[in-house]
């Protein structure tokens, strides 16, 4: 009697609730969120990408293994759960499912009306998780809300943004980092030049259009402050007067960690901008 109980209490529970003791991903970003959510003793596995300097956020947990994305490899792992992106590893994420593996994709986001789609996905899939339901739902809170008010007329408009990332990159209207730009309050630049995606620009085009806000986005070591500073001295006189803001790079491959902090703390400057004119 009561191993036909136990098997009843199981059968109702969702299947969200079951298991799970032993989570893999397939997807660099789905690397990054289970890193950050889940217990480490839970994870058996993300791809091998996790561990490189550009996406390692801090050190992976001992003994994890680093896939390559093939079925094979995670077999061996005997996971309960597999996590993959909408791209990539399609083909070891169809054959795991075949095999009897229960992989479930996870929706990729590329802009802010997407990000929530995507964590709510991952919500319904892990169950019961405090931090991710936090950070969800302060996120939906960012995004539900109204953008800042439009500076007055008299006060001199909107402050205006530029993005300048490594090899002299710009962002137009058709990129996320546009969207949290002017749901922060300000006027991008090389949006209003007509740019739709990424576009070049010199750094005397940057000068020229005398952004208040020069935004930097970037790791790469050839694009620290100090390089910058030694080009052009209006540059040097952004970095001292603190009107830069670096965006997190994060925001390139796994947005949904960071687009909330970054919102806030662009909001911020915006409003810092608004009070000093």
Not at 23 to 52: G, H, M, R, Y
Not at 91 to 114: F, M, N, S, T, W
Not at 182 to 209: C, D, H, P, T, Y
Not at 246 to 268: D, M, N
């Amino acid at each position: 009697m009561h191993f036909v109980s136990r098997i009843l209490l199981l059968l109702a529970m969702a299947p969200g609730a079951l298991a799970q003791e032993r989570i893999a991903s397939l997807n660099l970003c789905l690397d990054q969120l289970l890193l950050e959510w889940v217990a480490p003793e839970k994870i058996v596995s993300v791809t091998w990408l996790a561990d490189n300097d550009h996406y390692r956020r801090a050190p992976l947990p001992v003994g994890i293994h680093l896939n390559r994305g093939r079925a094979e490899e995670l077999l061996k792992l005997d996971p309960d759960l597999v996590l993959a992106g909408q791209y990539g590893a399609g083909r070891a994420a169809a054959r795991l499912q075949e095999l009897g593996v229960r992989v479930v994709k996870v929706p990729d986001a590329y802009r802010l009306e997407q990000l929530l789609e995507q964590l709510q996905s991952l919500r319904s899939v892990l169950g019961d998780n405090p931090q991710l339901d936090s950070h969800y739902k302060t996120l939906q809170s960012l995004l539900a809300g109204q953008p800042p008010a439009v500076a007055t007329e008299k006060a001199g408009g909107d402050p205006t943004a530029l993005i300048l990332s490594a090899n002299n990159i710009t962002y137009g209207s058709g990129m996320l980092e546009h969207q949290l730009l002017e749901r922060a309050g300000f006027r991008n630049l090389a949006a209003e030049r007509g740019g739709e995606q990424l576009q070049k620009v010199s750094l005397e085009e940057v000068i020229a259009a005398q952004p208040d806000l020069l935004v930097l986005y970037g790791g790469e070591q050839e694009f620290a402050l100090a390089h910058l500073a030694t080009r052009h001295p209006v540059i040097r006189r952004y970095i001292e007067r603190g009107h830069v803001y670096t965006l997190p790079a994060e925001l390139g491959f796994c947005p949904a960690l960071v687009a909330g902090a970054t919102l806030e703390e662009l909001t911020e400057k915006r409003a810092e901008f608004v009070k000093s004119q």
